[in-house]
Nanobody, 115 residues
Framework: QVQLVESGGGLVQAGGSLRLSCVVSGRTFYEMGWFRQAPGKEREFVAAINWSGGSRYSADSVRDRFTISRDNAKNTVYLQMNSLKPEDTAIYYC??????????WGQGTQVTVSS
């Protein structure tokens, strides 16, 4: 049974940092990603990484502030978030891709950035 469990969210002031973690169990995935959903908005892509970590891509809105990484020995994917802004407030979800689609999701972790 595949499980993705996120942690690391919380309340932080603007300009602060958080590191999210996503532990994966049940199988391994070539591509992993982070998405977020703010109140009243659709879920949006944040960042993704391939198995080796050699290919990473991210949304324009976070490119110079957020960094995705993974530790395959620990079956864990990370999202380091720096210079956080109030507009980064959202529930952050870890996702796992099979083929061209993200089929597996975690339960989400809340990130709140105060101004």
């Amino acid at each position: 049974q595949v499980q993705l469990v996120e942690s690391g969210g919380g309340l932080v002031q603007a300009g602060g940092s958080l590191r999210l973690s996503c532990v994966v169990s049940g199988r391994t995935f070539y591509e992993m990603g982070w998405f977020r959903q703010a109140p009243g908005k659709e879920r949006e892509f944040v960042a993704a990484i391939n198995w080796s970590g050699g290919s990473r891509y991210s949304a324009d809105s976070v490119r110079d502030r957020f960094t995705i990484s993974r530790d395959n020995a620990k079956n864990t994917v990370y999202l380091q978030m720096n210079s956080l802004k109030p507009e980064d407030t959202a529930i952050y979800y870890c996702g796992a891709s099979v083929g061209a689609r993200y089929n597996y999701w975690g339960q989400g972790t809340q990130v709140t950035v105060s101004s």
